[in-house]
């Protein structure tokens, strides 16, 4: 199996010759104000067998990209929806939408339920969004390899129970951002992260035995965010430090054999 880095948090997935892609999104205007087409992405390498989506904030789903690249009929598997009204659920509607508009054959699962599809065997495990969102992680194994997938989780208490019944990992993919959300509609607004930053990255990768830990969901090609979302200034630098010899710095489009 081997796994490559599509930009922010979009990972591509190879073993036996088909493929899957996790967070794989082309436009993420949604979030980065100055948004330039392409710029800091890469499109998967060929027919996607399956996609797989942690939660559905826009600059993790986006449904246009998906269905580009999926395989007719293949599913798309996907949290559930959210809670409570059109408030409580503003980040998430414009994918739900979306979903539906281009006709993906998206499938609810439930945390530690378990999906064979080809070569590859994923299982949905839990994760917790800082917005309050649903969110899942992803376990994903072939050729005897297994990798995971973060998301953009916080840090939480489940990495034990994950580590349990699937670790060592190969490679674990893990959110380095830090952003703290200030969103109208979560008021009074938080002054803690809303996703892992380096030091709780570092220390989900020690907890889940990783041979390789790569940071992500951190995007210095695309500089400029909307108000109210701030990163930490240099998460690849501080992951290094904190997450040693662990550490796999990734750059986008860039391939990590884990047979080798």
């Keep these: 199996m081997r796994v490559r880095r599509l930009g922010w948090a979009g990972l591509e997935v190879e073993a036996g010759g088909r493929r899957l892609v996790i967070d794989y999104v082309r436009d993420i205007s949604p979030l980065f104000t100055g948004w330039q087409d392409g710029k800091g992405l890469a499109a998967p390498s060929g027919d996607v067998t399956a996609a797989l989506v942690t939660h559905l904030h826009r600059d993790h789903t986006d449904a246009s990209a998906i269905a580009d690249v999926l395989a007719p009929g293949a599913p798309v598997l996907r949290p ?14 414009l994918s739900e939408r979306e979903l539906v508009q281009h006709r993906l054959a998206a499938e609810v699962v439930a945390a530690w339920s378990t999906r064979e599809i080809g070569p590859f065997q994923v299982t949905a495990v839990p994760a917790v969004d800082g917005l309050g969102d649903p969110q899942l ?19 939480h208490g489940y990495w034990w129970l994950i580590a349990r019944r699937f670790s060592p990992f190969d490679a674990v993919f893990l959110p380095a951002n830090g952003a703290v959300v200030d969103a109208p509609h ?14 709780q990255s570092a220390a989900a990768a020690a907890i889940l035995d990783a041979r390789y830990a790569v940071p992500m969901h951190y995007e210095p090609e695309q500089p400029d965010k909307i108000a109210g979302y701030v990163e930490i200034t240099d998460p690849e630098t501080e992951f290094r ?15 990590l054999d884990l047979a080798a």
């Design 80 to 93: 559930a929806p959210g809670h409570g009204d059109d408030v409580d659920n503003v980040t998430t509607l």
């Design 137 to 155: 992680n992803w376990v994903v194994q072939a050729d005897g390899q297994r990798v995971f997938h973060g998301g953009d989780t916080m840090f």
């Design 186 to 199: 979560l008021q009074p607004p938080s002054p803690l992260p809303a996703a892992m930053d380096p030091v």
């Design 241 to 255: 430090t904190h997450a040693g010899k662990r550490a796999r710095v990734l750059t986008v489009g860039e391939w």
